[in-house]
C-alpha cells in the first residue's frame, strides 16, 4: 500500500513539473515574439550602450526560443509520459534556468533596474530549483532497463 502512495505521489510531482514547464514553453514564446515586434532595430538607436544593451535583449531571446522553448516543450510532453527523454529535457531545461538568471540578476542588479521579464519568470527559476531536486530524487522511475538480450554468435 505505502508503495502505491508513493508511487502515486511521484506521479504527481512529475506532472506538476510537466505542466509547469508546458505554461513556460508556451509563455516564453509568447513572450519573446512579444519584445521582437516591440523592440525598436539596433540601427534605430543612435548611443552605443543602447545598442549593446538591446543586442543583449535579442541574444537572450534568440538562445531562449533555440533552447529553453524546446526544452521546456520536449520535457512537459515526454514526462507526462514519464519517458527518460523527459526527464533529460526538463533537467536541461532547469540547468538554461540556472546559467540565463545568474546572468540576468547579475545584469539587472548591477544596473538597478529590475525588467519586467526578470519578474514574470522569476516564479519560473525559483520553480526550477525544486524541479531539479526532485527529478533527480525521484531519477529511478524514468529509468526502465531493457533486458540484455542473449548473446548470438556472428557468423
Given amino acids: 500500500m505505502a508503495t502505491i502512495q508513493y508511487q502515486t505521489k511521484v506521479r504527481r510531482g512529475i506532472k506538476l513539473i510537466a505542466a ?21 532595430q539596433p540601427s534605430a538607436l543612435n548611443v552605443s550602450a543602447e545598442k549593446v544593451d538591446l543586442m543583449v535583449t535579442y541574444g537572450l531571446g534568440a538562445a531562449d526560443l533555440l533552447w529553453a ?23 536541461m531545461a532547469n540547468i538554461l534556468y540556472c546559467y540565463s538568471f545568474t546572468f540576468i540578476l ?19 527559476a ?16 524514468f529509468w526502465n532497463p531493457r533486458p540484455m538480450q542473449s548473446n548470438k554468435r556472428l557468423r
Fill in 126 to 141: 525559483l520553480f526550477s530549483l525544486w524541479a531539479a531536486w526532485y527529478l533527480w530524487q525521484v531519477r529511478a522511475a
Fill in 20 to 40: 509547469v514547464n508546458g505554461i513556460a514553453a508556451i509563455l516564453h514564446l509568447i513572450f519573446w515574439i512579444l519584445i521582437f515586434f516591440l523592440l525598436p
Fill in 106 to 124: 547579475v545584469r539587472d542588479l548591477g544596473a538597478q533596474s529590475i525588467r519586467p521579464g526578470t519578474l514574470l519568470f522569476l516564479p519560473f
Fill in 69 to 91: 522553448v524546446p526544452t521546456l516543450a520536449i520535457g512537459s510532453f515526454w514526462l507526462r509520459r514519464q519517458m527518460l527523454m523527459g526527464w533529460l529535457a526538463a533537467q
